[in-house]
């Protein structure tokens, strides 16, 4: 599987935005980019994913770097709720084996008043 | 529209017992997958389900875990017998697809302790 690398902690004031960076430089060229959080006492919840272009939704925003090795999960403005693990997982295309999620150690987000 | 839910939320047994554990996943969602995360390790995969079928059971540890899925709706997780590297959190998701594009949704877990 390709592997991601993220900071293992890093800490935001709430109502600032906070970017949360990833870096996958042995992306595949079909591979998703997934990011999923992990409140405490909670299943991973799903955040967001994309390809190549940049993706927004309700929760947050995906930009997608141009030769698709790094990638920046956006929070547009922190909350105490955003206090989570995200984990940024790359995700092949096809079903079968490949299919499934691989879960690193993410990045702790603290989100302070 | 209702997610995935996973019951019981809590279960304390002996080593030597039996524990099982279900997943009901979203309606309509052929894909079901079981992972767990044991103390102080990353979150892991244990094995998926395309509705009735094994898609693959690659992550599962060994011959004491046992998961089904009859009629290709709700699954079950089965240890027998329980070790103490059993305990930890079994999470189950389900998706509508399991190509790449197709985010996963997670139930809370049921944390497993072994004694």
């Known amino acids: 599987d390709a592997k991601t690398t993220q900071p293992n902690s890093m800490e935001s004031n709430e109502e600032e935005p906070v970017h949360l960076p990833c870096n996958h430089s042995t992306i595949s060229g079909t591979d998703y980019i997934h990011w999923y959080r992990q409140l405490p006492s909670q299943g991973p919840e799903y955040v967001i994913h994309?390809?190549?272009s940049n993706v927004n939704n309700r929760m947050a925003s995906l930009a997608i770097a141009e030769d698709r090795k790094s990638s920046t999960l956006i929070l547009h403005r922190a909350t105490l709720r955003d206090a989570a693990v995200y984990y940024c997982?790359?995700?092949?295309?096809?079903?079968?084996?490949?299919?499934?999620?691989?879960f690193g150690t993410g990045t702790r987000l603290q989100v302070t008043l | 529209e209702a997610g995935v839910t996973q019951f019981p939320s809590h279960s304390v047994i002996e080593k030597g017992q039996t524990v099982t554990l279900r997943c009901d996943p979203i309606?309509?969602?052929?894909?079901l997958y079981w992972y767990r995360r044991v103390m102080g390790k990353e979150i892991k995969f244990l094995l998926h389900?395309?509705?009735?079928?094994?898609?693959?059971e690659s992550g599962m540890p060994n011959n004491r875990f046992l998961a089904e899925r009859t009629g290709g709706t709700y699954s079950t997780l089965k240890v027998q017998p329980a070790e103490l590297e059993d305990s930890g959190v079994y999470f189950c998701?389900?998706?509508?697809?399991?190509?790449?594009?197709?985010?996963?949704?997670f139930g809370n877990g049921t944390r497993l302790t072994v004694t």
């Open positions: 994309g390809l190549t």
């Open positions: 309606s309509g969602h052929d894909n």
């Open positions: 389900f395309v509705k009735e079928s094994k898609q693959d």
């Open positions: 997982i790359l995700r092949a295309p096809n079903t079968g084996t490949a299919s499934k999620l691989t």
């Open positions: 998701a389900s998706s509508l697809q399991s190509t790449g594009n197709s985010p996963l949704h």
